[in-house]
């Protein structure tokens, strides 16, 4: 019986992490891609400086982490002699802050949807480098999923519909997914840099990552803006267009809460359900897409969705069942 109710409450657990990832980055994207289409005011102005919504958010989880961090130092429940130095953090810092930016100036050649696909094929990249530069070998079954990944985005990218592509800003697919893979690049090198912090800190806490990774990201982003003047004009949009200033706050309190909920998920369920969760995700993100903005895929498109999630997720089983077999060898 009570090894029932503790399966139970175990489900029920992960219920809440999907639920709470789900809605926090479903949400986001709504709105990312509002900011990223909308024209506001009898001027039909666009909001050009999507990069600083990383930035903004960055802001919001470094305070929200910040004080959550606080809140465990004082109670005892993490120790200060086991987490990382503040400044480890900061080339991580600079990946971070670099990656992601080129994922939101993408968002003006490409479509969301489009954006979310090519973030979504890590593995593609991953696999070739290590082929290449490390003589790597994959069995079969990974070298089928990568190919099935990056066909899946060329059926994507052949054709798309006329009405969503006529919203974007400045349409150039090749262009939006360079900007996608060179954002997968940073990626990459951002969470190779975590990895090794937390190797050298074996009990470093996550909250603690989350809190000075932000303030670093934030703090390359603040120093850009101040000197490209974009701090200035997102300032001078917002106070013309209020309801902007509303999408940017609703977009960091997501990305916020979002990534309280996928550092609790990787935690208590591990990397590989989190992974998993944030896979399935994706593809709710292009289905809303197409739904909630009325952005429609063409068959070549749904083809395309098809096999990139079919590709991830038989990845992720692949993982897991490899995972499994090491476990089961100690």
């Not at 670099?98 to 094929?121: D, E, H, R, W």
């Not at 997501?254 to 590989?272: D, P, R, S």
């Not at 999630?309 to 069942?321: A, E, H």
Request: include cysteine.
């Amino acid at each position: 019986m009570a090894e029932s109710r503790s399966k139970l409450g175990s489900v029920a657990l992960l219920l809440f992490c999907v639920a709470g990832i789900y809605a926090s980055y479903l949400t986001q994207g709504v709105v990312n891609e509002h900011l990223a289409i909308k024209r506001y005011g009898d001027q039909q102005e666009r909001f050009r400086n999507l990069e600083a919504l990383n930035g903004a958010q960055a802001v919001t989880c470094f305070i929200w982490a910040g004080i959550i961090l606080q809140a465990l130092l004082l109670t005892g429940r993490v120790s200060s002699s086991d987490l990382a130095h503040w400044y480890d953090y900061w080339q991580a810092g600079i990946t971070n802050c670099v990656g992601p930016a080129c994922g939101m100036f993408a968002l003006k050649n490409i479509t969301y949807s489009a954006q979310v696909l090519a973030k979504s094929c890590k593995m593609v990249p991953v696999m070739l480098m290590g082929v290449v530069l490390h003589g790597k070998r994959y069995t079969v079954l990974e070298y089928v999923c990568m190919t099935l990944i990056g066909l899946g985005v060329a059926a994507f990218a052949q054709k798309g519909s006329s009405k969503v592509t006529g919203r974007l800003a400045s349409p150039n697919p090749l262009l939006g997914y360079t900007l996608c893979f060179v954002n997968l690049a940073f990626d990459g090198y951002t969470n190779a840099a975590q990895d090794h912090i937390n190797e050298r800190h074996r009990k470093n806490s996550p909250i603690h990552m989350m809190c000075w990774m932000n303030f670093w990201t934030a703090l390359y982003y603040g120093l850009y803006m101040l000197a490209s003047g974009s701090g200035v004009e997102l300032v001078s949009f917002c106070a013309r267009h209020p309801d902007a200033l509303v999408d940017i706050i609703l977009f960091c309190l997501c990305g916020a809460v979002g990534q309280l909920f996928i550092f609790f998920t990787i935690k208590t369920f591990g990397a590989l359900v989190n992974t998993l969760v944030c896979t399935t995700r994706k593809f709710f993100n292009i289905l809303l897409s197409v739904l909630w903005n009325g952005n429609p895929l063409l068959l070549n498109q749904w083809v395309g969705v098809a096999m990139v999630f079919t590709g991830l997720v038989v990845q992720g089983l692949m993982k897991s069942k490899s995972k499994h077999s090491k476990r089961k060898a100690e």
